[in-house]
């Protein structure tokens, strides 16, 4: 059985279904290998009132997996209400996506002349790589689990998706699952187009299953680098993104710690607490003048985390994780405590917002390794080349962020050509950790912070992970997909024809 | 040292420099990373122009060229200056594809308001990944070699190429890349931007060194997954995109083979000894009719094969593998020697065309993998659902051919449903063998066709393998990349502004 904890007690409060069997899951990935073909019957439009009915089904339940996702994960009503908003909203954007038609990349290149000869007919678009499999994350059990834009992204691209049940919150995924099914049936869809299956051995099994075409994956680097060999040493191997998360680095500049130290401190402490810590998007060091100016804004974080409660975290594993990455750093020679905020409880799993300082000896191991919890590392630069050589000495990030007054712009402009080698993201004069669902948004990056840096995990443009190109030489009118078709009675949408670019209208 | 072979004698006419030492290795890869700057500086506009520069220096030592490149692949010099022209026109394609710009996938949100809160300024577009390791194919030494689309796409992107001196052409890849660099330094770009490595050992080095950020492959199955596996197992993994090759398989229907069976028998006669079959589009397996039009077809396919002469083959290993592939087709029980071509000569590397026909007992091992060379073999059908069944024996494949006339359309819309799971490309009533250089060609497919089905490694999109995207939150203006800014100086391209795409005009 799987036990669903309380992690503000530590308690079992519920206890869900046996781990899933060989049998079972032979059943499971061929009921998906069969929706395959009725996402594809559903057509664009189709798939698009699908996604909009399970984003009305999840408002329906919103109370029940409120409160049912505040039981398993502690992260309180607010927090989760406003993930399943923003769970809805992102079924509604891939609505959208599949609305406007442009990811397909339908292109059609008439039969003509060239240098090398005639030219045949050919007609080009992205294609559905078939089920594809779920893997979750601990910190968002809507937005980044069974529900989330993995599934919302395949699910618009026609991918069946068979999502592991997360064990921190395995009721919830086991709930939305059910709604989602649900607003799959009052849609008028009869498939099992998204399921779920339950426990570690049954995991990797799904990630080898031959009828499994990619996998989506948020999580810990060691978790995810597992999985990802498992997939690349399949006899055919699969496409495997893993999104794991990053130190996700602060450069504080000059002029911006003289005019806005305290503010940016408050801002700091706000951001690395936030959920507890719990966020891929953390900032997990941040860079500030060795100067006055760098106290002032020191002092504040200090103050500001002070007064900071300590939070519960989501399961017995992460707080683990958070005490012992915890210990390694406090224990590290070149590394100082400045502040900690207020102490747990006894019962359940707590964790104390701690801020730390690294020297110079410092900057290795434990400093350049994320730490996922409420932890950050402060470390003070000199010149703007020192500046720059720390920045060097972190790895590849979902995020890099930049405060920067206009006096800072020179090694603002350094920072961000650094930045664009680096980063999926550049923040300027703000925080990582929110992450919005919109079409220019990618969270991804470089490993370790990703897989697969081609691609992103957030946003509109997460529906070509699961999406391959097929093109066709000379076929009939009447036997292509509908998007190529050169009436599609779908309505028009964006194509490039004969190299140029056209719109929908 | 390499010997330059001429495959027609098997005699050395030439040796090349020592392998790669490790420190020529530091050296080029160093050189590599520091090109990838001035590759950025160049702007899409500058990197059109040093392509365009890259093809008329081809042109200028096209009869050298072209020369070398005979002797060491036995191609003959029409087909090779094709193949020339073929590399130029794709060097060119590549800089309409930089000017047009619509790759770049250039997107922008405007700050406002969501659901979920207000949302910041959030632009994205597509950063090129850095140096790039390139493994041409033997069977293509200019198009899908060191000047080919691996390379092309690479530098079009902002990504400097590394490319292996291919053991099948070592001359021909050597002067190509001096040819490369002339053109580069025509059009003022002082880096290397193409280089190129010696040897087996200094290959596998080459995948696992850290400056290395994506590898393009062409080439054998057993080659392009043990490197895959290389490059999937480094300390920091990344994209490997090998095109491996395929069984390709034709299906004739019924009244096809009916109306013009003797013209089919033909055109597969062509198609599958086109270049001594050394094409990765070969068709190696045709459905026919078990009728008295499959018959005729079958008929006319023998009388061309017997009446074509042998050929001169790309190497001695690449002899060697189609004679031990054709003695384990001959040799297997279920298959059957329908016809054969004129032998070879005493001296040089020959291979014979081959047609042979499996039975139901055949259809397995050696007649499902694919045999690189000039074989095809028949397989009849009775009922339009064996057809089916057959095709379904067949993995995936680069390409799915169906010749069908108006009766046949019911079975061939079956047919082209179950070719879109997977195959790369359909073609309809024609031939699989030429991969036109256009925008709407996709030259890939399923494993184990390549080794990530999200790409094509021939046509405009083929540049998206070396770009990833990066997300820039609140940056102001000037501290844009150009594409991204309100007015770019470099001229409008299209972009996706809030939610609308927009062209450039």
Chains 1, 2 share one sequence.
Not at 64 to 70: E, R
Not at 332 to 354: D, F, I, N, S
Not at 476 to 494: I, K, S, V
Request: with cysteine.
């Amino acid at each position: 059985m799987i036990p669903s904890v309380d992690p503000r007690t530590g308690q079992t409060a519920a206890e869900l279904d046996a781990e899933t069997t060989s049998a079972d899951l032979e059943r499971i990935t061929a009921a998906a290998a069969a929706a395959t073909r009725e996402l594809a019957e559903l057509s664009r439009s189709g798939r698009a009132e699908m996604l909009r009915s399970m984003g009305r089904s999840l408002e329906r339940h919103r109370d029940d997996l409120v409160a049912i996702a505040d039981r398993e994960t502690g992260l309180g009503p607010v927090r989760l209400g406003g993930e399943l908003t923003r769970t809805r909203w992102q079924l509604d954007l891939f609505a959208d996506v599949l609305e406007d038609g442009g990811y397909l990349e339908a292109t059609i290149d008439h039969a003509g002349d060239t240098p090398m000869g005639p030219r045949p007919d050919l007609r080009r678009m992205l294609t559905p790589l078939g089920p594809v499999a779920v893997f979750g994350a601990s910190n968002f059990p809507f937005a980044f689990s069974v529900p989330g834009g993995d599934t919302a992204s395949a699910l618009a691209a026609g991918c069946p998706v068979v999502a592991k049940v997360h064990d921190a919150h395995p009721l919830t995924s086991v709930r939305s699952q059910e709604a989602l099914a649900e607003g799959a049936r009052a849609a008028g869809v009869e498939s099992d187009v998204v399921s779920v299956i339950y426990g570690r051995r049954a995991a990797g099994d799904l990630v080898r299953h031959p009828s499994i075409r990619a996998v989506g994956f948020t999580g810990s680097l060691s978790v995810g680098r597992e999985l990802f060999d498992v997939a690349g040493a399949r006899p055919t191997p699969i496409p495997f993104y893993g999104e794991l998360g990053a130190l996700n680095p602060v450069m504080v500049c000059r002029e911006a710690a003289r005019s806005r130290g305290e503010s940016i401190g408050q801002g700091l402490a706000a951001s690395f607490t936030l959920g507890v810590g719990q966020f891929c998007t953390k900032p997990g060091v941040a860079l500030i003048p060795a100067s006055s100016d760098g106290d002032a804004l020191r002092d504040a974080l200090v103050g500001a985390v002070e007064q900071l409660p300590a939070g519960v975290m989501l399961s017995e594993r992460t707080r683990n994780a958070f005490a012992g990455g915890s210990v390694a750093l406090r224990e590290h020679p070149g590394v100082q405590v400045l502040a900690e905020g207020g102490g747990g409880k006894e019962r359940g799993w707590w964790g104390t917002p701690l801020l730390l300082r690294a020297d110079a000896r410092g900057l290795d191991g434990p400093v350049l390794d994320e730490c996922f919890g409420p932890v950050l590392v402060l470390v003070e630069y000199g010149s703007d080349d020192d500046l720059l050589a720390l920045l060097a000495r972190f790895g590849p990030a979902l995020t890099g962020t930049v405060h920067a007054d206009d006096a800072d712009r020179p090694v603002a402009a350094r920072i961000l050509r650094m930045l664009q080698d680096s980063v999926g993201r550049v923040v300027w004069n703000g925080y990582p950790t929110g992450v919005a669902v919109s079409w220019a948004m990618h969270h991804g990056g470089p490993y370790p912070a990703t897989t697969n840096p081609l691609h992103t995990s957030v946003g509109a443009t997460s529906i070509r992970r699961w999406l391959r190109p097929i093109s066709f030489q000379d076929v009939p009118d009447a036997l292509l997909p509908d998007e190529l078709r050169d009436r599609p009675t779908g309505g028009q949408l964006p194509r490039r024809v004969d190299g140029r670019l056209l719109l929908a209208d």
